[in-house]
T-cell receptor, first 117, second 114 residues
Framework: GAVVSQHPSWVICKSGTSVKIECRSLDFQATTMFWYRQFPKQSLMLMATSNEGSKATYEQGVEKDKFLINHASLTLSTLTVTSAHPEDSSFYIC?????????????FGQGTRLTVV | AQSVTQLDSQVPVFEEAPVELRCNYSSSVSVYLFWYVQYPNQGLQLLLKYLSGSTLVKGINGFEAEFNKSQTSFHLRKPSVHISDTAEYFCAVSGLGGTYKYIFGTGTRLKVLA
């Protein structure tokens, strides 16, 4: 099946610094990728839809200047948390659909645990 | 717009007993339906999906779900659970097409007791 890989799996950073999370589709090309945020013991909340070659579409309430998304190629989308603060600590998950499988099912990365100290 | 409701936040069940995790959805368009399992600090693993056709869908690890259009439900069942089934389970709905986003339910914590 299609594989989506996230890197890093976990990261600790100092408050005020920026962190970049990568999401790659390993064996398929994804024109659309999705970024989610998950707080402890809660569901996944969609942050934004990443579109290859164009600007991301952010969900209401998500700061686009805070969470920069770049989808520069058909196999890579990045999420950069700028000027991170402790409240940005969370579990971030990306997903992508495989057009070769009819865009029916999304495949998820293994997630990135971000801790801001 | 779509929405998903998982009524049970936690479901405790004894090992080898049957379990049902409930999921109801609302949508003004046709949808795909999914159940995912998440283990601590991990991503989501697909258990099963309903795209079209037979309303009874069988998935991995002995799970199955039934799509009921009239009741807008997609409940997940397993006839006999194992300790290893302890995890968080998410129901999700998506419109048809590659750009449609997934909407997740709030999740159900299944705890299998010895």
């Amino acid at each position: 099946g299609a594989v989506v890989s996230q890197h890093p799996s976990w990261v600790i950073c100092k408050s005020g610094t920026s962190v970049k999370i990568e999401c790659r589709s390993l064996d398929f090309q994804a024109t659309t990728m999705f970024w989610y945020r998950q707080f402890p013991k809660q569901s996944l909340m969609l942050m934004a839809t990443s579109n290859e070659g164009s600007k991301a579409t952010y969900e209401q309430g998500v700061e686009k200047d805070k969470f920069l998304i770049n989808h520069a190629s058909l196999t890579l989308s990045t999420l950069t948390v700028t000027s991170a603060h402790p409240e940005d600590s969370s579990f971030y998950i990306c997903s992508a659909r495989d057009p070769g499988l009819g865009n029916t099912e999304a495949f998820f990365g293994q997630g990135t645990r971000l801790t801001v100290v | 717009a779509q929405s998903v409701t998982q009524l049970d936040s936690q479901v405790p069940v004894f090992e080898e007993a049957p379990v049902e995790l409930r999921c109801n959805y609302s949508s003004s368009v046709s949808v795909y339906l999914f159940w995912y399992v998440q283990y601590p600090n991990q991503g989501l693993q697909l258990l099963l999906k309903y795209l079209s056709g037979s309303t009874l869908v069988k998935g991995i690890n002995g799970f199955e779900a039934e799509f009921n259009k009239s009741q807008t439900s997609f409940h997940l069942r397993k006839p006999s659970v194992h300790i290893s089934d302890t995890a968080e389970y998410f129901c999700a709905v998506s419109g048809l097409g590659g750009t449609y986003k997934y909407i997740f339910g709030t999740g159900t914590r299944l705890k299998v007791l010895a």
